[in-house]
């Protein structure tokens, strides 16, 4: 088993920046891949970023050019630095692990990210 938490969300205005941090612990040796996803009202969860355990990343197109996915193999974290914020990014974003690509097998509580002026 893995457990994942997940912190730095809050409310921030247009074009502000904030980084989400996810922290593993467990069975942390069994992670391939980890993921941002995020979940606005109404809305069906969406993927927002991807980093390999060989740091290889994938960016969703609505994230691609503002947001940053990096990933600290000791102290088993996943960050996520978003620039850039606008309204449209509102939503409560979970971190992701799993053994394979594409198939997350854990997943955090989620954190409120709320753009807003």
């Known amino acids: 088993q893995v457990q994942l938490v997940e912190s730095g969300g809050g409310l921030v205005q247009p074009g502000g920046s904030l980084r989400l941090s996810c922290a593993a612990s467990?069975?942390?040796?069994?992670?391939?891949?980890m993921a941002w996803y995020r979940q606005a009202p109404g809305k069906q969860r969406e993927l927002v970023a991807t980093i390999t355990s060989g740091e290889i990343t994938y960016y969703a197109e609505s994230a691609r050019g503002r947001f940053t996915i990096n990933r600290d193999n000791v102290k088993n974290a996943v960050y996520l630095q978003m620039n850039n914020l606008q309204p449209e990014d509102t939503a409560v974003y979970y971190c992701?692990?799993?053994?394979?690509?594409?198939?997350?097998?854990?997943w955090g509580q989620g954190t409120q990210v709320t753009v807003s002026s």
């Open positions: 992701s692990a799993g053994a394979r690509v594409g198939v997350p097998s854990y």
């Open positions: 467990g069975s942390v040796d069994s992670i391939y891949e």
